[in-house]
Structure formats: C-alpha cells, structure tokens
C-alpha cells in the first residue's frame, strides 16, 4: 500500500471541537504518533498501532513517523491546537529535510486545527478580533533576547499578544521578566487573561489588569493573551466578555 | 424561552473543517445571521429564519442578532473562518457595549473555526510553525500609516505576516506599497505565499520569492504568508512544502 502522513491538530481538549477532517484521518490511520496525553485521545482499535512518545523527542517522533509512512503504514501525527502553531509539522518537516531523499515522494498533509490561542480569545470574548501576535515564550529554541525584543516590538506596534508556552519549571523567572517588561512599555491598566485548560473540565478563566497580573496566574496548560491598547472590558452580572474593537479609532457607539 | 447567541465559525469552506461545536448550534438555532455568502452555507429547515445580509453593515446585524436573543430566539451568527479573528464576534461586543444595559444579560458564546491563515498554512505546510503576527490590510477601519508602522515593526521583529484582505476593487493600490515595504527591510528572496480559496473547489496555492511577488496575485479571497527570515522551502517533486524551523538558530540537521 502507499504510505501517507496527516499531522492532525486536536484542538484544545473537548471532541466537540475535533474537525471531521481529522475525525476522518483517525478512522483511516494504521498509526498515531504523539505526545503521550494526546495520543491517549485516540481510542485503540483493532489494525490501529498506538505509539505514545515522551516531550521533547519531536524529531526523533517526526523521523518515526516518516520511515513508516516510507514502508507504506498510513499515519497520523497527533497535537493538540493546531499542528502549524508551536507544534508538530515544523519538526516533521525539519525531520523531512534533513533525511533520506525519497521522503520527499511521501504524501503529507496538514490537518488544522483549532489553536490554544483562538480557543482561549473565544471563551473571553474577541480580544484577538484586531491585529495579533503569537509569541513562544518557551527559550528552549530561541534565545532569551530574541523574545525581549520581540515583545518590545511587538508592544510598540499595539499588538495584542498571545503567548504559547508562559512559564514552565525548568524557566520560573522568564515569565515574571515578560510581565516586568510589558508594564514598562503598556502600563498597568492593560487586560490580560489567563486562560487554562480551555474546553476542558478543568477550565479556568481570569482577566487581570496587566498591574496586577504575576508570573504564578501560568502554568505550562496556560493560553496568556495581552491585549492591546484598544482591548476592552464589558462588565456583566454573568461574567465580563473581554474584546478588541476591530476599528483603531476604539468601540463603535 | 431564554435567548442565546452563538458566533459560530465556519471555517474556510470546506464542510469536513466545520466544528461538531458549531454544527450542533446551527442544529438548535432558530435564526441564522450572516454576509449573505455564509448564510448560504447554511442548510434551510422547518423552524430556521436565515437572515442574509450584505457586507459592511456587521454592526447592524450585531443588533439584530441581540435584538432576537432579548426576544428569547436562538441565533447563530455566522463568519468564516474564526469569528475572533477579523470577522462578527468583535462587532456582537462593540453593539452589546453600546446597546441597552438588558442586552448583557444574554447569553452569547464565541464558537471557534479554523481561521483563513491556518488553513492556508496547513495547505503550504507550516509557515507559521514559529512566532508571527496576523494584519488586517484592510484602511476600512484604521490608516494606512498604522498599517505601514506595524509591518514595519512586525519585520524588525522578524514575524512571519499572515495579512487578512490584502487587496479590494476599492484600494488597489494599497498591496503593491505594502509589497515594495516589505522588499526594502526583508529583502527580495523571502518566501511568500499566496493561498487563494484554501479547501474550497477553487483553491490555488503559489509561491514566490518577495522579489517577484506582484499586487494581481491576490484578491479578496486571498490569504498571504509572508515568511521570516527563517522560513524555508522543500522542493519536491509533487510539490514544495513551505515551514518555518521550530528554532532560532534554524531547521535541524
């Protein structure tokens, strides 16, 4: 049989927000490859080989995953969000890149998902519904500086921002560093939210002004978005929806 | 009965990219809201009002939509793509501020899709697979030197630039000068991707180095990546793939 790769995006937690597309490439995988608690998602059946891989071993899964494509197994290379968002198609196609030439004749495709991010803006309301940035704050593969100047920039040109990966053991004091940075550049009044484990059961959602905000609001299942100078606050009795007006002049009223 | 309102995303086009989530919605609603072109992806049924409505008139049928919630209807309003990003969620939240104060006591949900510059990146292979921003290129609704001063930014920054409505009838010019910005601080061998009309029968995929893209390759339903500087190429023979490496210092080998 001629072998295939989807590198499929889970989205956040909940099926419900699984695409059929991905649904589909499940049913028909001889193979899924991934992170332990995302391959744990995928109910065992019979013909289907699971094999669950520990962090940090994302090019030693891509290679995997495309020597059995290359021997003909059709396999479905699991992350959670989206795959094209801090997660697993970069590595495979690094792994691509850097291997055998006849990799290249493998049929590979992206399946998208729904990212943390959008998961997140959308249980608070639309505070990414003007222009964005999606920023790693995770050093493991970029420099300490290349994240300070681009947050710099980043404030400057009044993104609102997204950040993927806040804090996580190995880095405690990165993320207190980010939020020190960010109130000299947007001040204390600017909303954040954290929002953790969306779509799951262990949902939580909070909107702080940036003042207030600390690096222990993170944790390694937190979405942190920042808004930009327009991002608003409505207070309602059921709870505040937290938007970007999608004019620069602010709110239509 | 108690009103609500989902803002539901339905992704670029293709059926098998459309949320269960947001199905079932569209399964309990009793009115449907929307540009008439995504309404029209909404099958008809017994005890379902479809509500089409031309372009640039978002805030009235935000209106509209809380309007038939307070009178207890189920609505839906529809996008494309992700409701948060660029599309009707915003619009909902700058209408429910500026409404009566009854109107915050609806319950509305934001319903996340899969957004435009996902989509296309997916199709491309990974693009966005590190840090980059999304731009509204439209001056509809902010000037053009706000534009400019956030590409500007965004490049030193060294985002990869996903840009939302690059090009209208109505501002033909504005592509080509965000074109020639770009070419003057990245250069003219940075990889960019046009993506027109991604998983719809339509769809047309084309890269080009920055140095030969033109303003014609993009239309209203175009969706363009420009890479960073880290954004590479993969010739092969059924196609390139276009990714951007997971790391800073660039792909592994």
């Not at 989205?11 to 391959?39: F, R």
């Not at 993104?159 to 804090?167: D, E, I, K, L, V």
Request: contains cysteine.
């Amino acid at each position: 049989m001629s072998g295939w790769i989807a590198i499929a995006g889970l989205g956040p937690g909940d099926e419900a927000l699984v695409t059929p597309e991905v649904t589909t490439a499940l049913a028909g995988a001889s193979d899924v490859i991934g992170y332990i608690p995302y391959v744990a998602r995928v109910a065992p059946r019979e013909g289907l080989t699971l094999h669950p891989s520990d962090n940090r071993v994302e090019l030693d899964r891509a290679a995997h995953a495309l020597e059995l494509a290359a021997r003909g197994r059709h396999v479905v290379v699991v992350s959670s969000g989206d795959p094209g968002v801090f997660a697993m198609a970069a590595a495979v196609f690094e792994a691509l890149e850097a291997g055998p030439t006849n990799w290249r004749d493998i049929d590979i495709r992206v399946l998208p998902g729904i990212t943390a991010m959008l998961a997140a803006s959308a249980r608070a309301g639309a505070p990414l519904g003007h222009d964005f940035c999606a920023i790693n704050l995770s050093d493991n593969l970029k420099p300490w500086s290349l994240i300070e100047k681009r947050l710099r920039l980043a404030a400057e040109a009044d993104f609102a921002m997204a950040f993927y990966n806040p804090r996580s053991k190995a880095r405690p004091e990165g993320f207190a560093r980010v939020l020190d940075l960010l109130r000299g550049v947007c001040g204390d009044d600017r909303p954040v939210l954290f929002a953790r484990a969306v779509s799951t059961p262990e949902e939580q959602l909070r909107i702080v002004p940036l003042g207030q905000a600390t690096a222990d609001m993170a944790d390694m299942r937190t979405m942190v978005i920042v808004g930009s100078s327009l991002t608003r606050v409505i207070e309602r009795a059921i709870g505040p929806i937290l938007y970007t007006p999608r004019s620069a002049s602010g709110p239509a009223s």
